[in-house]
């Protein structure tokens, strides 16, 4: 089991940089692979980035690509996603989510444990 927690969203102008931080409780932290999803308005939630617990092999969205980075601290439990270059179409609500899976899949069923979601708004 374990519960995470997302920080650091909040308001940018296009072309900024946020930092997002989920914090996860648990003793088996490093056994799990972690995800970003983020949700828009009137838009279904998608997947942004992951990280495998295995061997921290990243994979991103083409959308993000370049863009942004995700990153792991299994001694603070905590996952990453630093995200520069900022534009208005990455305004969402970012979720973290965490699976037992040493695998990343962009959808979101083979994660059993979601974050309540941090929000992130880029202004033109």
């Known amino acids: 089991q374990v519960q995470l927690v997302e920080s650091g969203g909040g308001l940018v102008q296009a072309g900024g940089s946020l930092r997002l931080s989920c914090a996860a409780s648990?003793?088996?932290?490093?056994?799990?692979?972690m995800a970003w999803f983020r949700q828009a308005p009137g838009k279904e939630r998608e997947f942004v980035s992951g990280i495998l617990w295995s061997n921290s092999n990243t994979y991103y969205a083409d959308s993000v690509k370049g863009r942004f980075t995700i990153s792991r601290d299994n001694a603070k439990n905590t996952v990453y996603l630093q995200m520069n270059s900022l534009k208005p179409e990455d305004t969402a609500v970012y979720y973290c989510?965490?699976?037992?899976?040493?695998?990343?899949?962009?959808?979101?069923?083979?994660?059993?444990?979601w974050g309540q979601g941090t929000q992130v708004t880029v202004s033109s």
């Open positions: 648990g003793r088996t932290f490093s056994s799990y692979s």
């Open positions: 989510a965490a699976s037992l899976r040493n695998g990343i899949t962009t959808f979101q069923a083979p994660y059993p444990y």
